[in-house]
């Protein structure tokens, strides 16, 4: 049974075992330390409690993604530089030729971490695969049907795409295949992707969605803005709906479903139809997403 004691002894002991075992966070940090005049100049200049910062270099705790990135700032660091193994750590901090190497400026880095930030619960409820449906830029008058993948690793959302450009209902036509690869985040209750071309890394798209408000949901509708493969490499914009198909599916299945289908293909569902048809802007410069609740 707890009581006040055993509790405050509990404490302790992880205390002291965190003490024994300190992660490589905790020692990087409490070298960076080392460089400045003492701990209390660090945490006035950080605006972080002493008591709350000696747990980060205990390794008690690891700071919260505000303080962290408080701390990189601070001393000129990445979130990825400072959970280095300890040895790598102070090789490359005393070797700062080294830095102007790196593949990513801290600049990026910050950019990255606040566009997308470690998944919540909000955003994990949509892991999953889709089919995803939009009209296609390189061929005017076809429907473009692919399969996504959101997964979560190392704490963030990521997205795979198939996108297969076979013209299905008929003999002829073209018969490749693109795959993309992105992140993905929800800011501001708006679901954001950003994908590149995966094997020759020459083509982004961006693709901002409405959430779904239901506990459960089949699709999740917005607009996708890229550039034309095809036709001089025009920019477009056009709908998008993503079809929920499951946490776990047949991929082989999946993606053979997919490919390019005339506009008015009874293959395609009327309900996917109504969900890539514009709706009427009130400032016909502008151009409106779709939101179907």
């Given at each position: 049974?707890?009581?006040?004691?055993?509790?405050?002894?509990?404490?302790?002991?992880?205390?002291?075992?965190?003490?024994?075992?300190?992660?490589?966070?905790?020692?990087?940090?409490?070298?960076?330390?080392h460089?400045k005049?003492?701990?209390?100049?660090?945490?006035?200049?950080?605006?972080?409690?002493?008591?709350?910062?000696?747990?980060?270099?205990?390794?008690?705790?690891?700071p919260?993604?505000?303080?962290?990135?408080?701390?990189?700032?601070?001393?000129?660091?990445?979130?990825?530089?400072?959970?280095?193994?300890?040895?790598?750590?102070?090789?490359?901090?005393?070797?700062?030729?080294?830095?102007?190497?790196?593949?990513?400026?801290?600049?990026?880095?910050?950019?990255?971490?606040v566009?997308?930030?470690?998944?919540?619960?909000?955003?994990?409820?949509?892991?999953?695969?889709?089919?995803?449906?939009?009209?296609?830029?390189?061929?005017?008058?076809?429907?473009?049907?692919?399969?996504?993948?959101?997964?979560?690793?190392?704490?963030?959302?990521?997205?795979?795409?198939?996108?297969?450009?076979?013209?299905?209902?008929?003999?002829?036509?073209?018969g490749?295949?693109?795959?993309?690869?992105?992140?993905?985040?929800?800011?501001?209750?708006?679901?954001?992707?950003?994908?590149?071309?995966?094997?020759?890394?020459?083509?982004?798209?961006?693709?901002?969605?409405?959430?779904?408000?239901?506990?459960?949901?089949?699709?999740?509708?917005?607009?996708?803005?890229?550039?034309?493969?095809?036709?001089?490499?025009?920019?477009?914009?056009?709908?998008?709906?993503?079809?929920?198909?499951?946490?776990?599916?047949?991929?082989?299945?999946?993606?053979?479903?997919?490919?390019l289908?005339?506009?008015?293909?009874?293959?395609?569902?009327?309900?996917?139809?109504?969900?890539?048809?514009?709706?009427?802007?009130?400032?016909?410069?502008?151009?409106?997403?779709?939101n179907?609740?």
């Amino acid at each position: 049974m707890f009581n006040a004691d055993s509790i405050r002894k509990h404490k302790v002991a992880s205390a002291d075992k965190a003490s024994k075992e300190p992660s490589d966070l905790a020692e990087n940090m409490r070298y960076l330390c080392h460089q400045k005049a003492s701990i209390s100049e660090v945490c006035r200049d950080l605006a972080i409690n002493r008591q709350q910062f000696n747990k980060y270099l205990s390794g008690v705790s690891r700071p919260s993604n505000a303080n962290l990135n408080k701390i990189c700032r601070y001393f000129n660091c990445d979130e990825n530089t400072l959970d280095l193994p300890h040895e790598q750590f102070i090789q490359y901090m005393e070797h700062p030729s080294q830095k102007e190497h790196q593949p990513y400026p801290t600049q990026l880095m910050d950019l990255m971490a606040v566009a997308y930030p470690k998944v919540d619960a909000e955003l994990m409820r949509y892991q999953g695969f889709y089919h995803v449906y939009c009209h296609s830029i390189g061929f005017p008058g076809y429907i473009t049907k692919s399969l996504a993948h959101f997964y979560i690793k190392d704490d963030r959302m990521f997205c795979k795409t198939i996108e297969r450009m076979t013209k299905v209902e008929e003999e002829k036509g073209p018969g490749f295949t693109f795959k993309y690869f992105g992140a993905v985040s929800l800011l501001s209750d708006r679901i954001y992707l950003i994908e590149m071309e995966s094997l020759l890394k020459k083509n982004l798209f961006m693709t901002v969605l409405y959430p779904a408000y239901q506990p459960k949901f089949q699709f999740i509708n917005g607009v996708s803005t890229g550039v034309a493969s095809t036709h001089g490499r025009d920019p477009a914009s056009r709908y998008t709906t993503y079809e929920f198909l499951g946490k776990s599916i047949n991929i082989r299945q999946g993606l053979k479903a997919c490919g390019l289908f005339k506009s008015n293909s009874e293959a395609i569902s009327d309900e996917v139809k109504n969900r890539l048809t514009p709706r009427e802007s009130p400032d016909p410069d502008i151009f409106f997403g779709n939101n179907y609740s």
